[in-house]
Nanobody, 125 residues
Framework: QVQLVESGGGLVQAGGSLRLSCAAS????????MGWFRQAPRKEREFVAA????????WYADSVKGRFTISTHNANNTVYLQMNSLKPEDTAVYYC??????????????????WGQGTQVTVSS
């Protein structure tokens, strides 16, 4: 059973940085598609970034391109989301997601089979 556990959220001032972690267990993730999504109050869950674990191919939402970086660390089975130059509009619950292979729906929650519980990120102005 795949388990994803996020950590690293918190309160930060605008312009600051945070690094989110997603600890993955229960499988060998070498060919997995891993994604980060976020959901603000009264809004739909939206795509942030995705990566193919072994190949390192990455995708980003336009709203975070150039500020956020997704990466994987094989030794500890962790996916990271480095978030720089944070803005108040980045405030949301951030979720880690996984699928056993690449999906053309990588920008949609429907493209993933496994989800973490989420971690809150709050950016003050």
């Amino acid at each position: 059973q795949v388990q994803l556990v996020e950590s690293g959220g918190g309160l930060v001032q605008a312009g600051g940085s945070l690094r989110l972690s997603c600890a993955a267990s229960g499988r060998t993730f070498s060919n997995y598609l891993m994604g980060w999504f976020r959901q603000a109050p009264r809004k739909e869950r939206e795509f942030v970034a995705a990566i193919i674990w072994s190949g390192g191919i990455t995708w980003y939402a336009d709203s975070v391109k150039g500020r956020f970086t997704i990466s994987t660390h094989n030794a500890n089975n962790t996916v990271y989301l480095q978030m720089n130059s944070l803005k108040p509009e980045d405030t949301a619950v951030y979720y880690c997601a996984a699928k056993g292979r690449f999906s053309s729906l990588y920008q949609s929650p429907a493209g993933y089979d496994y989800w973490g519980q989420g971690t809150q990120v709050t950016v003050s102005s």
